[in-house]
């Protein structure tokens, strides 16, 4: 599934054995597409010295820091670079 | 959900954070020196200097400084590919 800049996304909230870059802390959150950084190698397999192809899309995703932090009454926004595999549609 | 030593964005904590700037001593500079050099000559790639260090044990993780993860990692993926054999460099450093 392809995004675009405004979709509203979620985090996936999966485990994941083995070295990957999305963030604890983010996983489960929804939040919104804010750029399309383009494809980048895959770190999940060039961590254990593959290439890394294919090429994945990569997105900067916008949360509001009260959905990341329950408990925070300020008006922070928080901003995560994350692969499209761990993005689900938000309607 | 089992989250790794490195992983702690919003972890519970009390503690200040600490902002204090250190001089980086010569074996500092020279271990960033050193890893850079084994990237560009294609021995190891970032992703495998960072899971190096995701791999490091609860305990030697918090003692560790920051170009210490940096050793421990490059040590690590060198013997995992053989470069270097286990504990060739401590061997040489007694010696």
Known sequence: MTFAAGDGVRVAERPHTGHHRTPGYLKGKAGRIARVHGTFTNPETRAYGEDGNPRLRLYLVEFDGSDVWPASTRSDHVYADLFEHWLEPVS | ?95
């Open chain 2, 1 to 95: 959900m089992e989250r790794g030593v490195h992983d702690r964005g919003g972890w519970p904590t009390d503690a200040p954070i600490d902002r204090t700037e250190h001089e980086l001593a010569d074996w500092e500079l020279r271990m960033d020196a050193i890893e850079n050099v084994l990237e560009k000559r294609g021995v190891m790639n970032t992703d495998e200097m960072r899971r190096g260090i995701e791999s490091m044990p609860l305990e030697a993780y918090e003692a560790a400084s920051y170009y210490e993860r940096w050793l421990f990692t490059v040590e690590t993926i060198l013997e995992e590919k053989g470069v270097i054999a286990p504990g060739e460099i401590d061997a040489r450093v007694e010696a």
